[in-house]
């Protein structure tokens, strides 16, 4: 169970969410009119999403750790 739920977190907490976040980077025009505002916007929710990519290893380690433990 430790390793169904690091493996999934990992792959939700840092993959999936990297692709969300590079794709959203990709479809911003740097030369449209409201361009400043877009990317103030996305940001501000990359910032936010780049913590969850910090903490989403880190928890996703200690449960691989503990799986070794335990199984």
Known sequence: MY???????YLVGVIL?????HDAL???DPNGPDAESQW???VRT????NH???V????????????LRVE
Request: cysteine-free.
């Open 17 to 21: 969410l990297t692709l969300v976040y």
């Open 52 to 54: 969850v990519r910090t």
């Open 3 to 9: 390793l169904l739920v690091g493996g999934l977190l």
């Open 56 to 67: 989403a290893p880190l928890a996703s380690a200690t449960l691989f750790t503990v799986a």
């Open 26 to 28: 990709a479809a911003l």
């Open 40 to 42: 103030n916007r996305y």
């Open 46 to 49: 990359w910032t936010a999403g």
